[in-house]
């Protein structure tokens, strides 16, 4: 199997009114303990492109980690952080 980096895409819709403190949340919760475990932030997309009020917005979130056994690594030492969890379920809608 050839190696080379893995790309993870996630995707994530929140209400209006929400944007600003999800990505708030996302760079001082979520991002420094993902990046802890090999993660590497390579975007982050936003649609609308712009805050509207009263429209529900949604962020494409796309990560890499070096390989198949940084994957392994992420997913053994992700699954074992409730935080990292809690975060999605903090989230969401």
């Keep these: 199997m050839a190696g ?3 790309q993870i895409l996630d ?5 209006p009114g929400q944007r600003a403190g999800f ?3 996302l760079e001082k919760r979520y991002r420094p303990q993902a990046e802890a475990l090999g993660l590497r932030l390579r975007s982050l997309l936003l649609e609308p492109p712009i805050d509207v009020a009263g429209l529900a917005s949604r962020a494409l979130i796309g990560w890499e980690l070096a390989d198949v056994a940084a994957f392994w690594s992420w ?3 992700g699954t074992a952080n409730p935080d990292l969890a809690a ?3 903090d989230a969401a809608p």
């Design 23 to 25: 990505l708030a949340a």
């Design 4 to 6: 080379g980096p893995i």
């Design 11 to 15: 995707e994530i819709e929140f209400a």
């Design 87 to 89: 975060f999605w379920s």
């Design 75 to 77: 997913r053994a030492r």
